[in-house]
Each structure stands twice: as C-alpha cells, then as structure tokens.
C-alpha cells in the first residue's frame, strides 16, 4: 500500500476503463417528400414576405423625405407669410391713426 491515499486513486484513474456501452450513432434525418416540399414553400413565403417588407420600409421612407421636404417649403412659405401679415397689421395700425386724426378734423370744423 503507498503512503498517500490519493497515489492509490490516481493509479486506479491511470487504467483505461471500457466503455459501458458502444456510443450511438447519430440518427439521421429523413424527411419525406411532402415534408421537404412544406418546408420549401414556408421558405418561400417567408423570402417573398421579407422582399415586401423591404419593399413598404423603402416607400415609406421616400414618402417620409417627400413629406420633410414639403414641411420645410411650407415652414419657409408660413415664415414668409408671417412677415407680410406682420407689415399689414402695422399698415392697418397706420391707416387708423390717419382716419382718427381726421375725423378729429372734421368733428373740429363742425363745432
């Protein structure tokens, strides 16, 4: 007997042990024809679905920069109008005081 209990367990590890049973093979995989055939046309359908997507996704991107485009004409359009509007109130504000001085005038002739 050795000194150690562990020498006598690494000498009983050293002898090769047997296999208990053979390994099994892989089975292989038998589809039928009509499997095949089902598995093909989901495929099929799933490249076709996948070619429309791709096909909505980059419509829907050129409507999004037609739509980008059209709001940043009519932001510049709604600015531009926002100016006129502008010089027309002050236009009007210019005209009153004009009407109101005379008829001022007028109400200063009639006394």
Same mark, same amino acid.
């Given at each position: 007997m050795s000194e150690f209990p562990w020498e006598s367990e690494a000498a009983s590890e050293a002898t090769p042990r047997q296999p208990a049973a053979p390994a099994a093979e892989p089975e292989t995989l038998a589809l039928s024809s009509n499997d095949f055939s089902a598995l093909e046309d989901r495929i099929l359908r799933a490249v076709n679905m996948v070619r429309r997507e791709r096909q909505v996704r980059a419509e829907a991107q050129e409507r999004a920069g037609e739509a980008e485009k059209q709001m940043r004409e009519q932001g510049q359009l709604v600015a531009? /109008?926002?100016? !006129? /509007?502008?010089?027309? *109130?002050? !236009?009007?504000?210019? %005209? /009153?005081? *004009? %009407?109101?001085r005379l008829l001022a005038q007028l109400d200063a002739l009639e006394l």
């Open positions: 531009q /109008l926002q100016k !006129e /509007l502008n010089a027309m *109130r002050t !236009e009007r504000d210019r %005209v /009153l005081q *004009r %009407v109101d």
